[in-house]
C-alpha cells in the first residue's frame, strides 16, 4: 500500500526527498483552513507539522489511517500528546535537531548582556563614546543555573565548558546531572545561582512557572535568559524585578505575547505595559524566537525527522 504524508509548513528540502526515498508520497498544503484539512487528512498515513494550528482532539477524530506526526521542532505542546497516543499514532519531534543552536544562542545573549554590546552599539552609532558606561562583566567566578537538563540545557552547558564557572541544574526528573553541570535541589539552585537559564519545554507545569515568588526566591540579584517558552514566564512580574534590580538584566528570545503559530506578536495595536517596558529597556535583549532558527539546524531538523521516521517504520 502507498503510504502519504502531508506537509502543512514549509521545511528544508531534504525532509520531502528524504522521506520521498523511503517511499512515501509527499504532498503539501501551506494555506488550507484547518477545516478543509480535517476534510482531507484520512487519506493519510503521515502529517509533518510545524506550528500553524493545534493537532486537538477534533482534528485527531477526523484521522483515520494516520500513523505518525512529525513536529519539525523540539516540543509537541501543540498536539493533544495524550489522544494522539490513544489512537495509537506516533508522535516524533526532532529537540536534537535544533540544540546546538539553541545553546550558543544562550550563551551569545548571556555575554551581550555582560558586556552591554547593544546598548553600546547603538551609543557608538549615535556618536557617542561612553566606555566607563559600558563597563562589562565576566561571567568567569560566576554560577550558572540551567532550568531543564534535557536536549537544550545539555548543549548550553557544553558551551560553557571554556568558562571558569560553576554550572548547576533543577529539573523534575532525577539524575540528569552529568560532567558539564551538577543536578542540586531547587533551594540550592536559588541559594548559589547568578544566572538563570530556561531551557524548558511548555506543560502544565511549567506554565506561568517565572513568577514573583519563584523570582523572590532567589538570594541573590540574578541575570535571566529564556530561550525556551514564552509563556513560562509571567512578563509583569519580570518587569516589576527588572524595575527592582532582583533581575539584573533579561535576554528573551521568546515572549508571553507570542501566537501559538510563532509567527506573530500582536493583531491590534493594544501593546502591553510590560511589552513596551522591554523594548525600552537598555538591559534587556529582545530575538524574535529564532534560537534555534539557524540555516544548519533547518537541515539538522529535517533530517533528524526523516531518521526517527525510518527508524519507527521501516
Known sequence: MTQKVLFLDSNHPLLKTGLETLG????????????RIETKIKEYQGLVIRSRFTIDKKFIDSTENLKFIARVGAGLENIDVDYAKSKNIVLIAAPEG??????????????????????????????????????????????????????????????????????LCYDIKPNVGDDNCKQVTLAE???????????TPQTPLTLNMVNKDFINAFQKPVWFINTARGKSVVTKDLVDALKSGKILGAGLDVLEYEKSSFEHLFTDKNMPEAYQYL????????????????????????????????????
Request: hydrophobic fraction near 40%; proline fraction near 1%.
Open 279 to 314: 523594548i525600552e529597556a537598555e538591559n534587556v535583549i529582545l530575538s524574535p524566537h529564532v534560537a534555534g532558527w539557524t540555516i544548519e539546524s533547518n537541515e539538522k531538523l529535517a533530517q533528524t525527522i526523516v531518521d526517527k521516521v525510518d527508524a519507527n517504520f521501516s
Open 98 to 167: 535544533n540544540r546546538n543552536a539553541v545553546g550558543e544562542h544562550a550563551l551569545g545573549m548571556l555575554l551581550s548582556l555582560f558586556n552591554k554590546l547593544n546598548k553600546a552599539d547603538r551609543e557608538v552609532r549615535q556618536g557617542k563614546w561612553l566606555r566607563e558606561n559600558n563597563r562589562g562583566l565576566e561571567l568567569d567566578g560566576k554560577t550558572v543555573g540551567i532550568i531543564g537538563y534535557g536536549n537544550m540545557g545539555k548543549a548550553f552547558a557544553k558551551k560553557l565548558r571554556g568558562f571558569d564557572i560553576e554550572v
Open 189 to 199: 539552585f536559588q541559594a548559589k545561582t547568578d544566572v538563570i537559564s530556561l531551557h
Open 24 to 35: 512515501y508520497i509527499c504532498d503539501e498544503d501551506f494555506t488550507s483552513s484547518k477545516e
